[in-house]
């Protein structure tokens, strides 16, 4: 952790204070108390209160489920689980956390909380919109081991995504730091392909927490994988259906 000089950050008269106990040394002084813990949002179960509704309204008034998949980026079987559903269920309560995609994908949500995630703390709207174009299949989240995945973002001339280096280094510094302390970081999204008889794993969202993982020796992390094609999911269980627990 880099460290300031109290000069330049503090008043003068209250350096001098801070002097009176301690002078010449090192000291780490803790976040305020009413930071937001990591990734914490808010939002998103009033948009989902309201989409639902909106969509049930528009199934009463005559809509098709293939017309409501299509106008609100779903599959058809999330819009007949909303339209079908006899209760106003409550939506599950969001957090960028390992914890809250877990709960999600035990109520047969992940891939609502994919979209809760990319669309507010991931920030990168346009990979949700990407995403919505077709049906996908969502796995997960799933322990596996690091080595599998590469990273397509980073300083190198090799990326496929540059960026700054200083800024990735102390990026990936911060990211260090949150994890040491936090235990439950979000899964890292990754998109399973398998096309002419070769397979890979595409990291899409988790280029710097990877290195960070990597650096601190973190060799294995939950990971959501998502699969566009039959095939390609039906070949994905069969190889790793181990790393299931």
Not at 125 to 144: Q, V, Y
Not at 172 to 177: G, P, R, Y
Not at 206 to 221: C, D, K, S
């Amino acid at each position: 952790m880099n460290y300031e000089n109290g000069k330049d950050i503090f008043p003068e008269t209250l350096l001098k204070q801070i002097q009176k106990y301690v002078s010449g040394k090192l000291v780490y002084i803790p976040v305020a108390e009413t930071k937001k813990s990591w990734g914490e949002s808010s939002g998103y179960k009033q948009y989902l209160a309201e989409r639902n509704r909106n969509i049930k309204e528009k199934f009463k008034a005559g809509a098709g489920i293939e017309q409501l998949a299509d106008e609100f980026y779903l599959s058809c079987e999330s819009i007949k689980k909303i339209v079908y559903s006899k209760k106003e269920e409550l939506p599950l309560d969001y957090k960028c956390t390992l914890s809250s995609a877990r709960e999600f994908a035990s109520k047969n949500k992940l891939e609502e909380w994919v979209h809760a995630y990319l669309l507010s703390d991931g920030r990168n709207k346009e990979f949700s919109d990407g995403l919505k174009l077709f049906d996908r299949f969502f796995l997960g989240p799933i322990k596996m081991p690091l080595s599998l995945f590469t990273r397509c973002c980073g300083p190198e001339e090799t990326m496929k995504w540059r960026v700054n280096e200083e800024w990735f280094e102390k990026h990936v510094s911060d990211l260090q730091e949150v994890i040491r302390r936090e235990k439950d970081m979000p899964p890292l999204i990754v998109h399973y392909l398998a096309e002419d008889g070769k397979e890979s794993f595409e990291l899409n969202d988790g280029n710097h927490r990877l290195e960070a993982y990597n650096r601190l020796g973190i060799r294995e992390y939950f990971v959501i994988v998502w699969i566009t094609e039959k095939h390609e999911y039906d070949l994905f269980i069969e190889k790793y259906a181990r790393y299931f627990t």
